[in-house]
């Protein structure tokens, strides 16, 4: 593996910072947020402003998504 370039880390992190959230997390929002809230209160987690991804350098960004299960196997 080698390290991502500043230029291409700023194309990915502009790319998926305007493509937004799976269709999937709009669908599932109360639960999503639900999951992000107790994530933060464990202390896992830290919400950012997305303009800050920006100024920190090797930021990156993962979209949410939710996956619709019906049983468990």
Do not use: W
């Not at 992190?13 to 709009?26: D, I, P, V």
């Amino acid at each position: 593996m080698r390290t991502i370039s500043i230029q291409d880390q700023k194309i990915d992190l502009e790319f998926h910072a305007s493509r937004g959230n799976h269709k999937s997390a709009e669908k599932h929002k109360d639960a999503i947020d639900g999951f992000i809230e107790n994530v933060i209160h464990q202390g896992f987690a830290l919400p950012l402003p997305i303009d800050i991804l920006f100024d920190l350098p090797g930021a990156s960004l993962a979209l949410l998504g939710c996956v619709d299960q019906d049983t468990i196997n």
